[in-house]
């Protein structure tokens, strides 16, 4: 690569970060996710907007085909978002609450998943497969599209809010990381299935073995083993540069991921469940100097590429995107409202937990960036999944701003619980 194209690669960058940066804080501003406008960023950079102009095209498709740099940032971005996701998923709901959780969990995500699988062979069409898709592979990508709830996205909307320390998004983020944990292994699964013709029962079972077996160790052995390695006293690297230690352990994950052909998504997800433990946050402030350069850089970044990726021209079907937000909200809200109800929740609670759960947000968009790069799904099935995910989110940060601001309780009190949840609960609540 020479000076020029280098030059190229590098104006792109900086398009795509400060225009995905400058748009996340335009919709942080009107109280929407971020994440829509750095996907913004890379839709008005892309073929529907700049893309148009002759000469802004040639210089973008130029850029893009320079070395694969881009390609390497968008992976990088997609796998530090998993890996900080994977982080925050230590202490998210009490013992006492463990029961709701897994009634909304078991309920609220296992049926939209059952009935996305029962119903996928009557919905999967030609347009909908990739060049490596199968009827496997797209039944499990439609079955998981159905169930997913955004754990990155919701979280924002809590904390913009100032609800973050409430039961109610205690609940949530607990169903959300639990389902999140299931739907990754599902997804791995789905690519370990694609591209195959016919099907190889033999070699599909040992990828499911390796793959349940790498699941299994992620949340159970693993852990223990870097928690042990952590305090080593030959571990030189941990005590000089935290920070670099950590991105070790991603970087170890995603390499025996690859060796043992895993989803190298679903291993930085692990990795960062492993970083962090149960009793004490270890490396806190190495996890929070990730963070920075992460959401600075690299993710809004892969939010941008995402949207770059977009065919918004020829690759928008309405009859489509309309029939999978409909439908998969549809089942999504139903099943959430059922298993509430299981819980004991009534009225409002079961609006305000349907809505929430329903988005989509930040897994609904890896899971489309996975499956596409797999060649599990067509581009225009990779734009719904993505546009979907955007739709469910915009709706559930809508309405929670509605919910607090009227100054509506998130979940009824329980009998000797207090004032009801809203925006005057105290940070105190427990």
Known sequence: MNNSELTQVLFLLLLLAGLAQLLGWVFVKLRQPKAVGEILAGVILGNAVAGRIPAVAHFIDSAKHQGNILDFVYWLGLLLLMFLAGAETQQLFTREERREVGWLTIVGTGLPFLLGLFFAPWLIKPSLLGPNGNRISITIILAVGVAVTSVPVVSKIFADLQILHTRFARLVLGVAVLEDIVLWLALAIATAAAGKATLDVRGLSYHLIVTVAFFILGLTLAPRLVKRFNKARFNVMAKASPTGY????????CVIAGVLHISMVFAAFLAGFAVVHKKRRLFADALEAIGKVSFAFFIPVYFAIVGLRLDLIRGLSFWMLAAFIVGTSAVKVLSVSLAGRFAGFRGLDLI??????????????????VALDAGIISAQFYTTLVVAAVVT???????????????WPLLAPKPAAGPAEGPLVSTSET
Do not use: M
């Open 246 to 253: 950590a991105v070790a352990v991603l970087l170890a994950y």
């Open 352 to 369: 305000n937990l349907a809505i929430t759960t329903n988005a989509r947000g930040g897994p609904g968009i890896v899971l489309a960036s």
């Open 393 to 407: 989110s915009q709706i559930a940060g809508a309405w929670l701003d509605i919910v607090v601001h009227k100054g």
